[in-house]
């Protein structure tokens, strides 16, 4: 399942958004949706969480929004914690309401060809099956020891 996508690809998308859209962002501090969100905004990232169920409150400084259609202004990209088959719906919101969207980035364990295709038809970038935490790491020489092994290995072990 997993999704095959060059490191100088995803250090672009990285490099470029500036606000990011978090969908199903949860208010549990110890879900990954909740600690992927923060940890993108201490990193200097505009996120938007967007959950239904949340609306109204607060996680980690930013208002929660109910929709995408509910965000003043637009994204750059649209980070997605749902479930493959409730992936479509989300991305045809995504491309109605932004119409400068450039990324698509559907969570670890996600992954929808359907809105993956409707997305790339309208030029937008799509990543599936991955973490921006993880590679916003991986890729800026972020994890360490107590991280993912990234193969390198200490000469002082």
Same mark, same amino acid.
């Given at each position: @399942?997993?999704?095959?996508?060059?490191?100088?690809?995803?250090?672009?998308?990285?490099?470029?958004?500036? &606000?990011?859209?978090?969908? /199903? *962002?949860? @208010?549990?501090?110890?879900?990954?949706? $909740?600690?992927? #969100? &923060?940890?993108? !905004?201490?990193? /200097? $990232?505009?996120?938007?969480?967007?959950?239904?169920?949340?609306? /109204?409150?607060?996680? $980690?400084?930013?208002? *929660?929004? #109910?929709?995408?259609?509910?965000?003043?202004?637009?994204?750059?990209?649209?980070?997605?914690?749902? &479930?493959?088959?409730?992936?479509?719906?989300?991305?045809?919101? #995504?491309?109605? +309401?932004?119409?400068?969207?450039?990324? *698509?980035?559907?969570?670890?364990?996600? *992954?929808?060809?359907?809105?993956?295709?409707? #997305?790339?038809?309208?030029?937008?970038?799509?990543?599936?099956?991955? +973490?921006?935490?993880?590679?916003?790491?991986?890729? $800026?020489?972020?994890? !360490?020891?107590? /991280?993912?092994?990234?193969?390198?290995?200490?000469?002082?072990?």
């Amino acid at each position: @399942m997993s999704q095959e996508y060059s490191d100088a690809h995803l250090r672009k998308i990285l490099t470029r958004t500036k &606000r990011i859209a978090v969908v /199903g *962002v949860s @208010m549990n501090e110890v879900r990954p949706s $909740f600690y992927v #969100a &923060r940890y993108l !905004r201490l990193k /200097g $990232f505009e996120v938007v969480p967007v959950n239904p169920g949340h609306a /109204g409150k607060t996680a $980690f400084g930013a208002e *929660v929004v #109910a929709s995408l259609s509910d965000i003043e202004g637009g994204v750059d990209m649209v980070d997605i914690f749902r &479930r493959p088959e409730h992936v479509p719906p989300i991305v045809e919101e #995504a491309l109605e +309401c932004f119409p400068k969207l450039q990324t *698509v980035w559907m969570q670890i364990g996600v *992954v929808n060809e359907e809105a993956a295709e409707m #997305a790339r038809a309208r030029g937008v970038d799509v990543v599936m099956d991955r +973490c921006p935490k993880i590679e916003y790491q991986r890729l $800026f020489g972020e994890l !360490r020891m107590g /991280g993912f092994n990234t193969g390198v290995i200490s000469s002082k072990l």
